[in-house]
């Protein structure tokens, strides 16, 4: 099939052109390579050294015989999108192409209207070219489980039963996300689903818990093949930071309670998924909404996870509490199903222990480059828009 990735140079977009042209799937993509500025602009850096864009190109057609059109342009610009699909002509767009920090988008009013603007308007004109251009192609956009927020009730897929003064209806599920940038996905949710209402578009919105991990067998012994790792307050994520932590012997980092339960999967699982969704696409004019997880979990139960693994291999590992500086629920019901994914055959990783001591042996190598940028472990991004370094409460 000819996938088109919005996001080709991202965490998931570059290990996903790996992955789907390893199976079989010709690819092509597009990125402004923003994810590596905004990551220096936050005082990080990749835990694990990425190859520039040319690199990855040489690596790319070392591994798989083939060039890859990788374009660098902005997904704002509807006529450098159209472009790409005039030349390309996608079966399916996966779009990975988004601003996907939280802590970033609530820096300030210029960073949150800046998420929005950027998530937003590429959604739409993704949605418009496929219209236009392609329209039996098949979206797959990358939403996330943070779209629903943490209600009291169980979080089904993007829709649920409703009786209401006796009357019965089948409705999406409210969406209270917890930052600018979640919000950000719930419209871009609404938009994919009303586009393929009206025009009888093909999409599967991925409701992802948070991924960890930054290996995929198909990047082989290539360094030159390694997608990013991010450990600073916006980009790193919690297991992800965790063990680059650990590598350095600095406290991990719980927030609060550290009871706040999400979904998590390894990187592997998530490619995995994206790739059912592509191969088991919906009729013309379904949106279908997947939840992508392999199980919820708290934050503290995975930081012990990483204190077991490093244990494991001789580090030795605290755990600490800092202020929470994000206003979350730190202690709630949390019970989302994953179904959809089930049914088509997602086998989800057991042995996440062994994910994270694969990558707490990758990081030893390159413990230098954390231990360098180890000001950017501490937030100091706050959801009221104040800025103030958390301080460890227990
Ligand atoms: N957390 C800590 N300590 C840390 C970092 C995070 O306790 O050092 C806690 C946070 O307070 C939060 C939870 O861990 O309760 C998850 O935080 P995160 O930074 O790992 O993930 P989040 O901000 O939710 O965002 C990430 C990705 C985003 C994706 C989302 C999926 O950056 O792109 O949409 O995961 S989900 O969390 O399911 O919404």
């Known amino acids: 099939m000819r996938v088109f990735i919005a996001g080709i140079d991202g965490y998931l977009g570059w290990p996903l052109a790996l992955y789907l042209s390893a199976n079989g799937h010709q690819v092509a993509g597009a990125d402004l390579l923003l994810r590596r500025e905004w990551v220096a602009e936050v005082g990080g850096v990749s835990a694990l050294p990425i190859a520039s864009r040319e690199e990855r190109l040489t690596a790319f057609k070392e591994a798989f015989g083939v060039e890859l059109d990788f374009r660098v342009g902005d997904l704002t610009d509807y006529d450098f999108v159209t472009r790409c699909f ?3 002509q996608p079966e399916a767009v996966v779009h990975l192409g988004q601003m996907p920090s939280a802590p970033y988008s609530m820096m300030d009013q210029a960073h949150c209207v800046w998420t929005q603007q950027n998530n937003v308007v590429n959604n739409l004109n993704i949605l418009w070219a496929i219209k236009e251009l392609a329209p039996a192609a098949h979206l797959i956009k ?3 489980m943070g779209e629903y927020g ?3 009730l169980d979080i089904p ?4 039963d409703v009786e209401y003064r006796g009357r019965k209806d089948r409705l999406p599920f409210p969406r209270q996300a917890g930052s600018w940038y979640h919000q950000s996905k719930v419209h871009d949710s609404h938009n994919t689903h009303f586009a393929s209402k009206i025009w009888s578009l093909k999409a599967t919105d991925i409701m992802q818990g948070v991924v960890f991990g930054a290996r995929i067998p198909e990047m082989g012994g290539d360094p030159r093949l390694r997608t990013r ?10 297991i992800n930071r965790f063990c680059c932590q650990a590598v350095i012997g600095h406290p991990l980092t719980l927030f609060g309670l550290g009871r706040q339960k999400r979904g998590f999967l390894p990187l592997t699982d998530s490619m995995r998924c994206l790739r059912l969704a592509l191969e088991n696409p919906p009729d013309a004019g379904e949106y279908r909404v997947f939840n992508q997880f392999e199980n919820a979990y708290s934050v503290a139960e995975l930081a012990c996870l990483v204190k077991e693994a490093a244990a494991d ?3 030795p590992v605290e755990i600490r509490r800092y202020e929470n500086p994000r206003t979350e629920m730190e202690e709630h019901h949390y019970n989302p199903d994953r179904q959809h994914l089930l049914d088509l055959g997602y086998e989800p990783t057991r042995d996440l222990k062994s994910v994270i001591e694969t990558m707490l042996l990758d990081l030893l190598e ?3 480059r954390i231990e360098a940028h180890a000001d950017a472990l501490i937030p ?11 301080e460890v409460i227990g």
């Not at 897929?157 to 649920?160: K, L, P």
């Not at 790792?229 to 919690?238: E, H, I, K, P």
């Open 86 to 88: 005039q030349d390309f």
């Open 157 to 160: 897929e993007g829709f649920f």
């Open 142 to 144: 990358l939403g996330t």
């Open 366 to 368: 390159h413990r230098g």
């Open 313 to 315: 291999i001789g580090l």
């Open 229 to 238: 790792l991010d450990f600073d307050q916006c980009f790193g994520t919690a």
């Open 380 to 390: 100091d991004i706050r959801w009221d828009a104040s800025r103030k370094r958390s």
């Open 150 to 152: 943490t209600p009291a």
